[in-house]
Every structure is written in structure tokens, then in C-alpha cells.
């Protein structure tokens, strides 16, 4: 079985030769914090962001190291006020990856790379998995027009073999029963937004059997309302940070749930193909692991696929080299 493994650079080379329509081009993860993802409405402030992006420059332009360190700082300090305020920092950061992947997932059209890509890989008619690191929907959207999956349920993304590590934005966690409720507030009212940041990281972990999957091609603004919840009721993304170390203990099972049927298909992997993925997570080197001794690794990128394919065969020395494609992720799909 080809276990296909994609990362940020797969979503932005899909988007080549597809129109935008007005909607975001997909950014690497050390884009997250350019200018241009700027947009509003925003949870986090212009200085924020700011602080993010020079945060992110003194680590040498890694935004997942950046982040990593600050996050693991957190259990350090002394006042528990302290604590709180750093979580529901990353509660807004993490609602502000929410709303810029939700203008990514909305750019999907046929002419995208994911959709040319499943396209042949349904006339090959081969046993396949597909294991995504990005929190956008535009593979989920392929899924859907090629196979006829509808995708409506967390076993339906496990059944069909398409596993999303990171989580995904039209994935939601309902307020937990010990989560403030919000009384008398409008739909949209900033304290709706303020409450359900702040309480994201700050609580008990959320329960993995509890996750909302919506459709992956419901619009932005259907997507916010149904964050913002109806009366008193809100509910929270389900996305991990780009850390390196994801924070699985934060979802009950969800680990036990999405990540073991990730290692469960690479087991039976027979070849893999890193496709736009720099493979920096300490996930995905321990997904290898379940990985047989001998297993081709093939890497297709935009200029690094070389450089990549010799960071991870260096920590996964068990897996054999196989090609390099470094023309970018839309001639791959046209050449399957």
C-alpha cells in the first residue's frame, strides 16, 4: 500500500493553476506570520501578531520552534495569572489559524492539484492512504468530488484512510459542561470570542468522542457562526498547534483515536511519499517508526525535495531512498 503523506507545501502547489477567487494562497508554516495573512476579523491584535512574527525571526524564521519553546515556558511561571494569560494567548493564536485556513479551504476548485492527483490515483485503482498535516479542507474537498466520501464524521476521515494528525478546521469541540456559559450576549459579540479563547487551554482536556465534523466545503462565514454557537453555547476548533511537540493530552483519545490509525496504515505501508512535507514534527518520526525496514521513501517538493529527503533518511536510517520529484506538487499530480 502508498501511503502518501502531505504537508503545507502540497496545498500551496495544488493552488498553481486554480483561481483564487479573491481567497488566501496556502502558506508554509514560517509564512504563517507575513503581512499578507493579516486579515480581519482577527483574534489576534496587529502587536500580537507583530510580536509573532519577530519571535519567530530571532529562532532563525521557525515559527513551530518559536512557538514550541514559548509554549513549554508556560508551566514555568510562577503566577498562576501568568499561566492563564500565555494559554489564552495560544487559544487565540490558535482560533487565528482557524479563521486563515478557513479562507484557504474556500480558494477549492476541480482545477486543483489534489483533485488532478486523486483523479489518477482512482484510475490506478491501487490500495492507498493519505495522511495530511494541514488544517485546510482543499484535500478533504478532492476526497469528496473523486470517491464520493462524505466525510461527516471523524470514523468517516478513518474509514476512507485520510488522516489528519494536526486536526482540521471544519473540526469543532462543543463547550465542555464545566465551560462558562455566555448569557444574553449577541451571536458575534466580542465576549462570546474573548470567553471561548481563554477557556480553549484553560480547562480539563476536551473528549475526542464528542468532535463536530461539518462538511469540508462549508463556507468561512457558515464556519464562524458555528463557532460562535446559538444562545448561550460556543464551541472551539480543533487544530493543533504548529508546535513541534503536539499537545495530544489536550484532546481525550485523540491520540489512541487519529494518530494510532496513522501508524496502523504505515505499518502496512510498502512505499512513502513525502509530498510538500519537511517532516520536522517529533509525530512523524515517530510514525516511522511502525514503518517496515527496506519501505522506498520518496519526496516530492519545490526546489528542497533533495534536502529533505536526506534530513529524514538521516533519523530514518531503516527507510530505503527512492525518487525525488522537486518540479513541485501539480507536475507530480499530472505525471501520477
Not at 486523486?118 to 491501487?126: A, G
Not at 471544519?170 to 465542555?176: A, E, G, V, Y
Not at 458575534?188 to 484553560?202: H, Q, Y
Request: glycine share 8%.
Amino acid at each position: 500500500m502508498k501511503v502518501f503523506v502531505f504537508g503545507a507545501g502540497a496545498s500551496k502547489g495544488s493552488q498553481e493553476e486554480s483561481p483564487h477567487g479573491g481567497h488566501l494562497e496556502a502558506p508554509l508554516v514560517d509564512e504563517l506570520f507575513v503581512q499578507v495573512y493579516w486579515r480581519g476579523p482577527a483574534f489576534l491584535h496587529n502587536d500580537e501578531l507583530a510580536e509573532c512574527r519577530q519571535g519567530a525571526l530571532e529562532c532563525g524564521g521557525s515559527v513551530e520552534r518559536w512557538l514550541t519553546e514559548r509554549w513549554e515556558r508556560v508551566e514555568s511561571l510562577k503566577e498562576e495569572r501568568s499561566k492563564s494569560a500565555e494559554k489564552a494567548f495560544f487559544g487565540r493564536l490558535t482560533c487565528h489559524l482557524w479563521l486563515l485556513l478557513q479562507g484557504v479551504s474556500d480558494s477549492y476548485t476541480l482545477a486543483s492539484g489534489y483533485y488532478q492527483f486523486l483523479k489518477r490515483l482512482r484510475l490506478k485503482d491501487e490500495p492507498f492512504a493519505l495522511v495530511s498535516f494541514n488544517y485546510d479542507t482543499l484535500l478533504d474537498q478532492a476526497v469528496q468530488d473523486c470517491y464520493g466520501t462524505p466525510l461527516l464524521a471523524l470514523r468517516d476521515y478513518l474509514s476512507f484512510g485520510l488522516i489528519k494528525p494536526h486536526g482540521s478546521v471544519n473540526w469543532l469541540l462543543p463547550r465542555r459542561d464545566a465551560d462558562p456559559r455566555i448569557r444574553g450576549m449577541a451571536r458575534n459579540d466580542d465576549v462570546r470570542a474573548r470567553t471561548a479563547t481563554s477557556m480553549l487551554f484553560n480547562g480539563p482536556p476536551h473528549l475526542v468522542d464528542r468532535v463536530v465534523v461539518l462538511p469540508p466545503r462549508v463556507s468561512s462565514g457558515t464556519l464562524r457562526e458555528l463557532l460562535d454557537g446559538t444562545d448561550d453555547d460556543y464551541s472551539y476548533p480543533l487544530l493543533f498547534m504548529p508546535l513541534t511537540t503536539k499537545l495530544y493530552t489536550t484532546v481525550s483519545a485523540f491520540y489512541e483515536t487519529v494518530i494510532a490509525k496513522a501508524n496502523e496504515l504505515l505499518a502496512q505501508a510498502s512505499q512513502v511519499y513525502l509530498v510538500g512535507y519537511r517532516a520536522a514534527d517529533d509525530i512523524i518520526k515517530e510514525m516511522f517508526q511502525r514503518v517496515a525496514p527496506g519501505t522506498p521513501l520518496h519526496v516530492v517538493g519545490r526546489g528542497r525535495a533533495g534536502d529533505v529527503m536526506k534530513s529524514v533518511l538521516s533519523w530514518a536510517t531503516h527507510l530505503s531512498q527512492g525518487e525525488i520529484c522537486d518540479t513541485g506538487f501539480m507536475e507530480f499530480a499530472k505525471a501520477y
